[in-house]
Nanobody, 116 residues
Framework: VQLQASGGGLVQAGGSLRLSCAASGSIFSIGYMGWYRQAPGKQRELVAIITRRGSTNYADSVKGRSTISGDNAKNTVYLQMNSLKPEDTAVYYC???????????WGKGTQVTVSS
């Protein structure tokens, strides 16, 4: 499984960004995909995930401000982030969990910077 993430950038507080993650390769057994983030000096943390069936889960810190969605035809997952805060600044990583081998695949991170 290969993951190609895009959509990061610099935005002012209160602004919006949409991240995209396109999966390719052996995608037939992907159980879920999602976004994680890592701020400087902090551990990587869950932002949001979506299962193949469309069930979603969000971190409390982004709930109500972010929406994760998937396009099965394009094998792409999106993360729409609104009302961004400086504390959302981090490198955002796309992840896919593959059921057959029970392993994670990570994309290269994309930087999100929110200025105050």
């Amino acid at each position: 499984v290969q993951l190609q993430a895009s959509g990061g950038g610099l935005v002012q507080a209160g602004g919006s960004l949409r991240l995209s993650c396109a999966a390719s390769g052996s995608i037939f057994s992907i159980g879920y995909m999602g976004w994680y983030r890592q701020a400087p000096g902090k551990q990587r943390e869950l932002v949001a995930i979506i299962t193949r069936r469309g069930s979603t889960n969000y971190a409390d810190s982004v709930k109500g401000r972010s929406t994760i969605s998937g396009d099965n035809a394009k094998n792409t997952v999106y993360l729409q982030m609104n009302s961004l805060k400086p504390e959302d600044t981090a490198v955002y990583y796309c992840k896919a969990f593959e059921n057959y081998y029970n392993r994670d695949y990570w994309g290269k991170g994309t930087q999100v910077t929110v200025s105050s």
